[in-house]
């Protein structure tokens, strides 16, 4: 087996002797990609802000080598940049942090009171960050001490910026005029302070500024279509459009042969992007989780990846919709209903993209589930609590006072199951009584499924599935060392209810399980970025 992200020897593989293991998708061997930057030693540095971990990437081989961990001190860095010193400079976006890593290392925390640090760039041994918020700030820190110095306030979500060919920072609005979907604007400002000024309207959702070894600006787009924009600043001011077809741009990186790298929040990898638009997958895109799983009537798999809505394949993974923070799936005929960290339940019709909001304001929802009655049972993971919405989009409790319930499922009977991570049980719901404890003692129980007369639930702390009869109560193992959560031998720090200000903060992992109708189980493999697909042995 090849090396992945979560087993770099590529020799672990899921064992079970009742069911067979395939892969739905290739593995993705990056947790995501945002921030990229080239270091002194000519390698690629990746930001990966839902893993809370930085790789660096040999350009000649593809290789992914980790060297700022998981459980390190940095918790979720979004963009980095290098000083002239070699020291690498990082964006903790959640908890508001810059962090300064040195030549041998070491870890200094440059300022911990930055509200959501995204974009970052150094200028000499100078160093800027600006604040992705609405009315965010751009500043002058400064890794030996002192308070920032502002450059400009008023940013409409600020992100990655460069210094351009004349002296002057570039930085994009990612939201801005009317229709903050459809319109942007590149600015720029000296960087010893001054009046920002307009340098680009009407740019398609710019992510990214980058400029070339030619001086030539590039303008990256979070979209679909993977669109940068060239822009000749310093000559006719033409326009020029490409499409990559890569989702989701976050950032770009030149080389010093002028090549173009890029990443995507949305599906991970690193990709070589040619002028005319042509891509060559350096390092393959894949899902960045997957989280929720659930298959349609007609067999088609959709997974709830993050920031998106996509189904694996054997030679990759289609995007159906960037429908961000979603984490919880569940098919109704030709519906999809999901869960996204914002606190939303949504509705979404794949065929013609329509997404309906049917509830908000809930604390961390993660499974779904749709119940006889057509209502949608939701998991609300930090609220310790299971909620139905109706057809017409009314609340009502079915369940609280749970620890972390994390997934949820209804048996043949129409009887509702839910999982609880934090107690390590399985609970069933009735109605007018207290939840009555199916199955206890398991490790951090998440995704949930029942498959005729049994209940499956994933540990994701033991990376087990197992099986529960719902007639005679009998447990058994059905798989073991399954790829879910972080890699073996790694420790991430515990995942609080943060929220960085406008928009969720870290994913809690969620191994999510699905039922098919043949009997095979679909399981969220996470910790390496695939859909499985555990199909029963035929026994004589």
């Given at each position: 087996m090849?090396?992945?992200?979560?087993?770099?020897?590529?020799?672990?593989?899921?064992g079970?002797?009742?069911?067979?293991?395939?892969?739905l998708?290739?593995?993705?061997?990056l947790?995501?990609?945002?921030?990229v930057?080239?270091?002194p030693d000519g390698r690629?540095?990746?930001?990966?802000?839902?893993?809370?971990?930085i790789?660096?990437?040999?350009?000649?081989?593809?290789?992914?080598?980790?060297?700022?961990?998981?459980?390190?001190?940095?918790?979720?860095p979004?963009?980095?940049?290098?000083?002239?010193?070699?020291?690498?400079y990082?964006?903790?976006?959640?908890?508001?942090?810059?962090?300064?890593r040195?030549?041998?290392?070491?870890?200094t925390l440059?300022?911990?009171?930055?509200?959501n640090?995204?974009?970052?760039?150094?200028?000499?041994?100078?160093?800027?960050?600006?604040?992705?918020?609405?009315?965010?700030?751009l500043?002058?820190?400064?890794?030996?001490?002192?308070?920032?110095?502002?450059?400009?306030?008023?940013l409409?979500?600020?992100?990655?910026?460069?210094?351009?060919?004349?002296?002057?920072?570039?930085?994009?609005?990612?939201?801005?005029?009317?229709?903050?979907?459809?319109?942007?604007?590149?600015w720029?400002?000296p960087?010893?302070?001054?009046?920002?000024?307009?340098?680009?309207?009407?740019?398609?959702?710019?992510?990214?500024?980058?400029?070339?070894?030619?001086?030539?600006?590039?303008?990256?787009?979070?979209?679909?279509?993977?669109?940068?924009?060239?822009?000749?600043?310093?000559?006719?001011?033409?326009?020029?459009?490409?499409?990559?077809?890569v989702?989701?741009?976050?950032n770009?990186?030149?080389d010093?042969?002028?090549?173009?790298?890029?990443?995507?929040?949305?599906?991970?990898?690193?990709?070589?992007?040619?002028?005319?638009?042509?891509?060559?997958?350096?390092v393959?895109?894949?899902l960045?989780?997957?989280?929720?799983v659930?298959i349609d009537?007609g067999?088609?798999?959709?997974?709830?990846?993050?920031?998106?809505?996509?189904?694996?394949?054997?030679?990759?993974?289609?995007?159906?919709s960037?429908?961000?923070?979603?984490?919880?799936?569940?098919?109704?005929g030709?519906?999809?209903?999901?869960?996204?960290?914002?606190?939303?339940?949504?509705?979404?019709?794949?065929?013609?993209?329509?997404?309906?909001?049917?509830?908000?304001?809930?604390?961390?929802?993660?499974?779904?589930?749709?119940?006889?009655?057509?209502?949608?049972?939701?998991?609300?993971?930090?609220?310790?609590?299971?909620?139905?919405?109706?057809a017409?989009?009314?609340?009502?409790?079915?369940?609280?006072?749970?620890?972390?319930?994390?997934?949820?499922?209804?048996d043949?009977?129409?009887r509702?199951?839910?999982?609880d991570?934090?107690?390590?049980?399985?609970?069933?719901i009735?109605?007018?009584?207290?939840?009555?404890?199916?199955?206890?003692?398991l490790?951090?129980?998440?995704g949930?499924?029942?498959?005729?007369?049994?209940?499956?639930?994933v540990?994701?702390?033991?990376?087990?599935?197992?099986a529960?009869?719902?007639?005679?109560?009998?447990?058994r193992?059905d798989a073991?060392?399954l790829?879910?959560?972080?890699?073996?031998?790694?420790?991430?720090?515990?995942?609080p209810?943060?929220?960085?200000?406008?928009?969720?903060?870290?994913?809690?992992?969620?191994?999510?399980?699905?039922a098919?109708?043949?009997g095979?189980?679909?399981?969220?493999?996470?910790?390496?970025?695939?859909v499985?697909?555990?199909?029963?042995?035929?026994?004589s």
């Amino acid at each position: 087996m090849e090396p992945t992200r979560y087993d770099t020897t590529g020799n672990r593989r899921a064992g079970s002797a009742r069911r067979t293991v395939e892969r739905l998708n290739p593995p993705n061997r990056l947790w995501g990609s945002n921030g990229v930057a080239f270091g002194p030693d000519g390698r690629l540095y990746v930001a990966q802000f839902l893993a809370g971990q930085i790789s660096v990437v040999d350009p000649a081989t593809g290789d992914v080598e980790v060297v700022v961990p998981m459980d390190g001190p940095v918790q979720s860095p979004d963009d980095l940049a290098f000083g002239a010193d070699g020291s690498m400079y990082i964006a903790d976006l959640v908890p508001g942090r810059v962090w300064r890593r040195g030549p041998e290392g070491e870890y200094t925390l440059v300022r911990g009171d930055v509200a959501n640090p995204n974009g970052i760039t150094c200028v000499g041994d100078r160093l800027f960050v600006n604040e992705m918020k609405p009315d965010g700030r751009l500043m002058e820190l400064f890794p030996g001490g002192g308070d920032p110095r502002v450059l400009t306030e008023g940013l409409a979500l600020g992100n990655a910026m460069q210094l351009g060919p004349d002296g002057h920072l570039y930085y994009p609005h990612m939201m801005s005029g009317p229709n903050p979907l459809l319109t942007g604007q590149v600015w720029r400002i000296p960087p010893d302070g001054g009046t920002p000024e307009v340098v680009a309207d009407d740019v398609h959702q710019p992510v990214a500024v980058r400029f070339d070894q030619g001086g030539v600006l590039h303008v990256l787009s979070r979209g679909p279509e993977g669109i940068v924009t060239r822009i000749d600043l310093h000559g006719s001011g033409s326009r020029t459009l490409v499409t990559s077809g890569v989702v989701g741009l976050d950032n770009a990186a030149f080389d010093a042969e002028n090549r173009m790298f890029v990443s995507s929040y949305a599906s991970g990898g690193v990709t070589e992007m040619h002028p005319d638009g042509r891509t060559r997958e350096l390092v393959p895109r894949g899902l960045d989780g997957p989280y929720g799983v659930t298959i349609d009537l007609g067999g088609r798999v959709y997974a709830a990846d993050h920031y998106r809505v996509a189904s694996p394949s054997r030679t990759g993974v289609t995007t159906h919709s960037l429908l961000h923070f979603a984490h919880g799936i569940a098919a109704d005929g030709e519906l999809l209903h999901l869960t996204s960290q914002f606190g939303q339940v949504q509705t979404y019709d794949p065929g013609t993209g329509a997404v309906r909001e049917r509830a908000g304001g809930l604390r961390r929802p993660l499974g779904i589930t749709v119940a006889p009655d057509g209502s949608l049972v939701v998991a609300e993971s930090d609220g310790g609590r299971v909620v139905a919405v109706d057809a017409n989009d009314a609340i009502s409790v079915l369940a609280d006072g749970l620890e972390r319930p994390a997934d949820v499922a209804h048996d043949a009977e129409g009887r509702c199951y839910v999982s609880d991570e934090g107690a390590g049980t399985v609970l069933r719901i009735e109605a007018d009584a207290p939840p009555a404890v199916v199955v206890d003692g398991l490790d951090a129980p998440q995704g949930l499924a029942v498959l005729g007369e049994e209940l499956f639930t994933v540990e994701t702390g033991s990376r087990r599935l197992r099986a529960v009869s719902l007639v005679t109560g009998e447990v058994r193992i059905d798989a073991e060392d399954l790829p879910v959560g972080a890699p073996p031998g790694v420790v991430p720090r515990a995942e609080p209810a943060l929220f960085a200000q406008g928009m969720p903060g870290l994913a809690r992992r969620f191994a999510g399980l699905a039922a098919s109708p043949d009997g095979a189980l679909l399981l969220s493999a996470n910790g390496e970025g695939t859909v499985l697909r555990l199909t029963p042995v035929e026994r004589s």
